[in-house]
């Protein structure tokens, strides 16, 4: 009787909630969900789990409100019910099953005061350590999705291994075959979505690759079916607003799409402008956070069996393509960053233009921006446009510390009145004063032709810079020097081939300065294939001509001054003197951490001590029963993370 009562009651619930969604098939949805909940309910009676539960609910409304346990819902649900599930459960199997039964006060002193302080000291300990070991599913905002990614990036990985096989690529990674480029591009076609974009990537990077990689993965093309009108008025409509009210037209079909959005054409209703939208993919984040690990592991796989291709950095150049396609699903970031470059251009006087962002048009999954009419650089330039051009970029570089990480010839245009418009910055590099300085090290005693400058700039943007050879390097850059300076464009060469010396010798360029290199590389192959005069060199002299040297080096003293000023009270309060010597604590970042986990695990450890040493005076009451097994696992376990912490800090700094 009971099953059908419940199952009645849920039944209308869900019948209501459906009807309140305006859902199909309402009836039998709500029958379904009903018949489960009902059949889950009187299985969970059956294991005392009903009144689980219902306390877990109880003590997780009293302790979620605390504003300490405000984040990380997944971590405090779980800690809450299993301090539950363990207290409820060795109650009724110890303490409720005595042959006699304790007195009335006493149960209800365990009841009222025992059995809830047990499960919040339990549960508060538990959100502790589930804070220490960090799992993945337990970061993650949605860990159902979590686990459905899982289960697809199971299936992906499992189809590309098949794929593998039936092309044959193990062998041919052995015998360094002919066919080896063209059969990893075939893998990477018959993958899809992100594999074909990274295969495109690929193509560009003359500099990088050798000939036949780069034939073998430019015949591939993103190939994807648009979205549906209907598909997209549900995306404005549930994201901007009303498609009717917000576009006096709009273009249903797309002028340009992609595995991750797609471009549309129109003119705003108030505004009259004529605009760009960009419109992100439903669900295409989640999908293509999956696919991009599963990249990373085919391209480390193929690293590990052919030394040849691991001398390619195709492992590195991966992971940058990561990291800049998650930051072009969100659409967000790409109008932070065409707003900050088209106010540096402003302040800085640079003549290109930007679009401009439509900001109450746009979302994290719309894009809405100012239309630029012209064509992109596929025909005929003027070298003073390429000048102009190149001029910019190094100026993003070394002056604003924003730049543009791609610079194909689709995101550079040449306006219908002769202007240049630079578009599209999904993907952006962010240099640091320090990454700034070494850069322009660097590029000034290359045109100076010092290679100490030069060796000493390097050095400045490599990881780990400080243990370099740095004689060894200065002699490597000035062979360098000398064999390009027999090219036609030795700057061209130069960068080209200290790519590549940077590789031979082990080394590793900053994230950032190489995004920086590789964009110049980039734009120096666009400007060439639009403009039959330009040179990399002549362009580098001539911005070192127009560059004024000492507003260069005034502002590096204006700064150092302002960090000397902003450092020296700093350096006043915090040092310990001990023998004549000046210590100072670690990264504030790092010892706050450690020293607010370290304290938290410490008071928890004193706590179950009291306990522990309470439950041995206390006899006859549930404190046999819990308190005393309970008290002494959370002291050991506490004592353990205490003794590891101080071994941590005692430990010498390399």
């Keep these: 009787m009971f099953f059908f009562v419940i199952l009645l009651v849920c039944f209308i619930v869900f019948l209501l909630l459906t009807s309140f969604f305006n859902r199909k098939h309402k009836v039998l949805i709500s029958f379904a969900s009903a018949l489960v909940v009902s059949m889950l309910l009187q299985v969970l009676e059956q294991f ?18 605390i504003s300490t346990f ?76 979590y ?50 974009k990274f295969a495109q990537v690929l193509s560009t990077k003359k500099d990088m690759l050798p000939a036949n990689y780069i034939q073998a993965f430019s015949s591939l093309h993103d190939q994807v079916k648009p979205l549906s009108p209907q598909e997209l008025k549900a995306i404005i409509d549930t994201k901007i607003g009303n498609m009717d009210e917000t576009y006096e037209s709009f273009g249903m079909e797309p002028i340009a799409a992609a595995s991750i959005g797609q471009v549309h054409l129109a003119k705003l209703k108030l505004a009259g402008e004529k605009v760009v939208v960009k419109i992100l993919r439903p669900d295409v984040k989640q999908k293509m956070t999956v696919d991009l690990d599963i ?42 960053n065409t707003n900050l470059i088209r106010k540096a251009f402003e302040e800085h006087n640079i003549r290109i233009r930007v679009p401009e962002i439509y900001s109450e048009y746009s ?51 040449l306006t219908v009145d002769g202007e240049v418009a630079l578009i599209d910055f999904g993907s952006v590099g962010y240099l640091t004063d320090e990454e700034r300085g070494g850069m322009l090290s660097f590029l000034m005693g290359y045109s100076s032709r010092d290679t100490k400058e030069m060796a000493d700039g390097l050095t400045r943007v490599c990881e780990d810079g400080h243990l370099l050879d740095e004689k060894l390097i200065e002699q490597r850059l000035s062979r360098l020097l000398s064999e390009a ?27 950032t300065i190489a995004g920086a290199f590789r964009a110049i590389i980039t734009l120096d192959g666009t400007l060439s294939s639009v403009d039959d005069t330009y040179s990399l060199s002549a362009t580098s002299q001539s911005y070192a001509t127009y560059m004024d040297k000492g507003q ?32 100072i604590a670690r990264e504030e970042n790092h010892s706050l951490h450690d020293f607010m986990g370290t ?34 696992s959370g002291f050991g376990v506490g004592m353990i993370i205490l003794i590891v912490a101080v071994i941590k800090q005692l430990k010498p700094k390399v």
């Excluded at 005034?554 to 000046?582: A, F, G, S």
Aim: hydrophobic share 50%; glycine share 4%.
């Design 363 to 413: 979302t994290k999954q719309i894009l809405t921006m100012e239309y630029i009419e012209g064509t992109s650089f596929t025909r005929a330039v003027t070298s003073d446009v390429s000048e102009r051009v190149m001029h910019a970029f190094l100026d993003q570089i070394l002056v604003i510390g924003i730049f543009h990480a791609d610079p194909h010839p689709g995101n550079l245009m």
């Design 147 to 196: 686990i459905l990614n899982k289960v697809r990036a199971w299936r992906r990985m499992m189809y590309m291994f098949w794929i593998i096989s039936r092309k044959g690529l193990a062998h041919l990674i052995q015998q360094d075959h002919a066919k080896l480029p063209y059969v990893i591009a075939e893998v990477l076609d018959s993958m899809g979505g992100v594999f074909v």
């Design 48 to 65: 005392y789990l009903s009144s689980i539960l219902v306390a877990a609910f109880l003590v997780y409304f009293i302790i979620g409100n």
């Design 599 to 632: 304290l938290t695990v410490g008071i928890f450890t004193v706590i179950c001590m009291v306990v522990m040493l309470a439950s041995f005076v206390v006899q006859g009451e549930a404190m046999r029963f819990l308190l005393a097994p309970l008290s002494i």
């Design 295 to 336: 990249l990373i592991q085919f391209v480390s796989w193929l690293s590990e069996r052919s030394v040849k291709i691991k001398s390619l950095g195709l492992i590195q150049l991966a992971e940058g393509f990561k990291q800049n396609l998650i930051e072009e699903t969100d659409f967000d970031i790409e109008a932070l």
């Design 70 to 145: 405000k984040s990380n819902q997944l971590k405090l649900s779980l800690a809450i019910l299993f301090s539950t599930s363990i207290v409820t459960l060795v109650l009724s199997f110890t303490y409720f099953n005595q042959k006699i039964a304790p007195p009335d006060a006493e149960i209800l002193r365990v009841m009222f005061i025992y059995y809830p302080l047990l499960i919040i000291f339990i549960a508060c300990y538990a959100y502790m350590l589930l804070n220490l070991f960090n799992f993945k599913i337990l970061q993650a905002t949605n860990p159902l999705l």
């Design 485 to 511: 300076s027999f090219s036609p464009d030795p700057t061209s060469v130069m960068m080209k081939r200290m790519m590549s010396m940077i590789t031979e010798m082990g080394m590793s360029l900053k994230p």
């Design 552 to 583: 260069v080096v005034k502002e590096r003293l204006t700064k150092v001054k302002e960090q000397i000023t902003d450092y020296i009270p700093k350096l006043l309060e915090l040092p310990i003197l001990k023998e004549n010597k000046i210590t």
